[in-house]
């Protein structure tokens, strides 16, 4: 009777380790999860805009900062890079790409519109792929 008690235990014992080990990855899971969700504040992003000049620098960074959310923006007119600081709780890359785009530059996701390419000055008028 003794010996039979005794591996119940050891079994029962073993059982629970397994059940703190799943307890314990399952906390570490959602704490993981739960640090995906959290917003950047302070979220950098990188995204190409097509432009020529000054004059599209300027129009770029001024449809960015439209965007209510964009802290930084800067193009730059040799790489055609946009550098970006965004809150991500109230803003995201798409909505600034669709704001730079209304203003008549392309970006990778978001087209100007033939009417609104066409009105930029000759100076501005980028190659379109
Ligand atoms: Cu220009």
């Not at 432009?51 to 964009?70: D, L, P, Q, T, Y």
Request: charged fraction near 30%; include cysteine.
């Amino acid at each position: 009777m003794k010996p039979k008690i005794h591996e119940f235990q050891k079994k029962n014992r073993k059982m629970m380790n397994k059940n703190v080990i799943i307890v314990l990855l399952l906390t570490f899971f959602s704490f993981a999860a739960q640090a995906q969700d959290k917003k950047n504040k302070n979220a950098k992003y990188e995204t190409e805009v097509s432009g020529n000049c000054e004059h599209c620098k300027k129009r770029i960074e001024k449809a960015a900062f439209s965007v209510s959310g964009v802290k930084s923006a800067i193009w730059d007119v040799s790489t055609h890079k946009l550098s970006l600081i965004l809150n991500e709780e109230k803003t995201s890359p798409v909505d600034v790409k669709n704001a730079i785009a209304k203003s008549g530059h392309d970006t990778d996701v978001a087209k100007a519109t033939q009417d609104v390419y066409d009105g930029l000055p000759t100076c501005c008028k980028y190659e379109r792929n």
